[in-house]
Nanobody, 123 residues
Framework: QVKLVESGGGLVQAGDSLRLSCTDS????????MGWFRQAPGKEREFVAA?????????YADYSLKARFTISRDNTKNTVYLQMNSLKPEDTGVYYC???????????????WGQGTQVTVSS
């Protein structure tokens, strides 16, 4: 079973960078596509990025995120990363990683979720 734990969140200033990590302790990580989602205060959770289990395909919610964020994974460490650069106050929210048998941009395709890590970007 996949058990996901996110880390790396925090309080930063606009323009700073953060790298989120999500590690699977369930030892079945390499068979799953991984995604990052986020939920801003008072808003619904939204898709950010996804990566195929092989690491060969990456997908982003929009060009703005693709220009600033990079999703990657290291299957030898059972870990997926989200490198976030040029952070903006509107990037504030709880960031979740999730595992899916297919690469997808919708929550319903994801079977396993982490507990989330808070990212706060001050202006």
């Amino acid at each position: 079973q996949v058990k996901l734990v996110e880390s790396g969140g925090g309080l930063v200033q606009a323009g700073d960078s953060l790298r989120l990590s999500c590690t699977d302790s369930g030892q079945t990580f390499s068979g799953y596509a991984m995604g990052w989602f986020r939920q801003a205060p008072g808003k619904e959770r939204e898709f950010v990025a996804a990566i195929a289990w092989s690491g060969g395909g990456t997908y982003y919610a929009d060009y703005s995120l693709k220009a600033r964020f990079t999703i990657s994974r290291d299957n030898t460490k059972n870990t997926v990363y989200l490198q976030m650069n040029s952070l903006k106050p509107e990037d504030t929210g709880v960031y979740y990683c999730a595992a899916s048998p297919v690469v997808a941009g919708i929550e319903e395709k994801y079977d396993y979720w982490g507990q989330g890590t808070q990212v706060t970007v001050s202006s």
